[in-house]
């Protein structure tokens, strides 16, 4: 009971050594605990989307003049109503592979135990999809990839699932949706299993953009390589 | 049945609204002060303080957080039905005006060590999304006790006996919280795919 009850501290690296080292030897002996370690260990991976400054409540300090400099640009921009009404203006720029740090914004990817998040199971256990949604598929030539890609509205947001074949098992796969004033959003990350790469593999990513902005969906290999493209 | 944001993620589904352009009930000036201001007070020194480690410079972290606050408004209608994770989607436009500005000012080739801030993917099991908005409108889930053991041993990095003597009780207590904080956690986040399941 004491192992099972220290197994989230331990997971979050917050036990002494002497405690940890308590916890590693029972952990030899309990398939049970290693079993849950696995989990709480996932969970502290979703804990780290949230950056710790997320736990700083207030005003800052010194920020008179931020708050003033801010203030005036809402006043005025108020007082212009065409400008206020025009969404923010997205530029649209060549993507740098760095940028995968910005991929981890909208991305990451995990399994809870048995209940995957939003999961393969929960989107294959959907009653097909969404009223609304968008169904399309393309082959590349050059990668022989073919990518069936369903664009499904959500509350002012955008749940797009892709399935594709031909892909190699080991590949690290990344979603980009292209909205239509060329902005670059990535919906996510995932490596295809020996079984995708037989089967198909599915993925789905939420993007922050109506359904009906969504231009293209492209999968792109973490090196940078295009895979292929679907034009909604 | 069709599913909705609100099935898959109860609770904080509505701050993911946050990006559709609305003026809404903010468009006088006086209005979007008010707004703005409020704001500020709430979330400003988490902003600041993020967009200053993402920047590593005050006066750049403070248009960030200039601009974040200004989006915000625009899109206050949206912003405001999903009162939970106002933070989450603060935080979020914060680092996407970085990476934006970053982007724009210099067009590096590819470079493998910028890969290195990523999350582990592993498997095609683990076709989910999960993001900031997602784990800090689930960590506004669980209850308060729980969520506090969370930031003391995770986010401000605490052991069990740093944590006890900043939260007033004893050290047992702080672990079995934590596990049973995280069996919550584990429960919200699970809970959308049950609710996706019905
Ligand atoms: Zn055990």
Known sequence: ???????????????????????????????????????????????????????????????????????????????????????????????????????????????????????????????????????????????????????????????????????????????????????????????????????????????????????????KTVQGAHVVTTTI | MATTATEYFPGWAPAVTGIVPSVGDYQGADAGETFVRSLYAEHGRSLLAYATRLTGDRAAAEDVVQETLVRAWKHAADLNKGAGSVRGWLLTVARNIVTDRARARAARPAEVADVVDRPPVEGDHSDAVVNTMVVLGALDQVSPEHREVLVELYYRGRSVAEAAQELGVPPGTVKSRTYYALRALRAVMAGSEAEVAR
Request: proline content about 5%.
């Open chain 1, 1 to 219: 009971m004491s192992e099972h009850s220290q197994l989230g501290a331990y997971a979050l690296g917050a036990l002494d050594a002497d405690e940890a080292r308590e916890v590693e030897a029972h952990l030899a002996d309990c398939a049970e605990c290693r079993a849950e370690l696995v989990e709480l260990e996932e969970l502290k991976e979703f804990l780290g989307e949230v950056p710790p400054e997320a736990f700083l409540d207030g005003p800052p300090e010194g920020g008179d003049l931020l708050l003033q400099r801010t203030v005036r640009e809402v006043r005025e921009a108020a007082a212009a109503p065409s400008a206020v009404a025009t969404p923010v203006a997205p530029v649209a720029k060549k993507r740098g592979r760095w940028l995968l740090v910005a991929a981890a914004v909208v991305v990451v990817a995990g399994a809870l135990g048995g209940g995957v998040l939003i999961g393969r199971q929960t989107v294959e256990q959907a009653d097909g999809p969404v009223p609304g949604s968008v169904q399309v598929s393309a082959t590349d030539a050059a990668s022989g990839a073919t990518m069936a890609t369903t664009v499904e509205p959500r509350e002012n947001w955008t749940w797009i699932r892709v399935r594709i074949t031909g892909l190699k098992p080991g590949a690290e796969c990344e979603m980009y949706v292209t909205d239509k004033a060329g902005k670059v959003w990535t919906a996510g990350s995932w490596v295809v299993t020996e079984q995708a790469a037989r089967e198909g593999s599915r993925f789905g990513g939420g993007v922050l953009i109506s359904p009906d902005q969504v231009k293209s969906v492209e999968i």
